[in-house]
């Protein structure tokens, strides 16, 4: 019995990770996609945020191609359940990192900006569809901020699993070149 708890808490961070990335997948499953689907169409981006970066054109082609049911959908969406879906990833990516790189706790800031500048991200979204549902118009300015800040979070994702790929593969040259027991 103590051998059982000795080794779940030596493995406690990657039951962690396992954990988090079960949810993630469930989240995305069972809450994300459903949730999404009253601002979705057939053709065309679903979502501001899953491009690399907008133009003005773009995002007055999302907005036009919904009616105001969806667009207020969408920003529901926005408020609640995308960011949740950015703790989530987050919580998902840092015991990942946290797994592979116990004592570089300096890596968790790359997943934990990209959560920030998703929310950032999501709140100009916000101010654009709030001025684009009151005037049918979009400023330039919060386009041009947002999609900044879209490739930046985009950037942080990126470097993100670059270092969990790496993590990975120290673990698997660690464990392939460990010494055999006989």
């Known amino acids: 019995m103590i051998k059982i708890i000795l080794h ?38 679903n979502s501001l945020g899953v491009s690399f970066s907008y133009s003005i054109e773009l995002v007055k082609n999302f ?36 797994y592979f790189f116990q004592n570089k706790r300096l890596f968790l800031i790359a997943p ?5 500048t998703d929310w950032a991200e999501n709140y100009l979204e916000l101010l654009m569809l709030e001025t684009y549902l009151n005037s049918s118009s979009i400023s330039e300015l ?4 947002g999609s900044g800040i879209n490739s930046f979070k985009w950037i942080l994702s990126s470097i993100t699993f670059l270092i969990i790929l790496v993590g990975i593969m120290i673990k698997l ?10």
Do not use: H
């Open 8 to 45: 779940f808490k030596n493995n406690r961070i990657l039951y962690l990770a396992i954990s988090f990335t079960i949810v993630f997948f469930f989240y995305i499953t069972y809450i994300l996609a459903p949730f999404s689907n009253c601002f979705k169409l057939e053709t065309g981006a």
């Open 63 to 98: 907005f036009e191609s919904r009616n105001k049911e969806q667009l207020l959908c969408y920003s529901v969406f926005l408020q609640i359940w995308d960011v949740i879906f950015a703790f989530v990833y987050t919580l998902m990516y840092t015991s990942w990192i946290m």
């Open 112 to 116: 934990i900006l990209c959560m920030i």
């Open 142 to 145: 919060l386009v041009s901020i």
């Open 173 to 182: 040259k660690t464990f392939l070149t460990k010494p055999k027991l006989r």
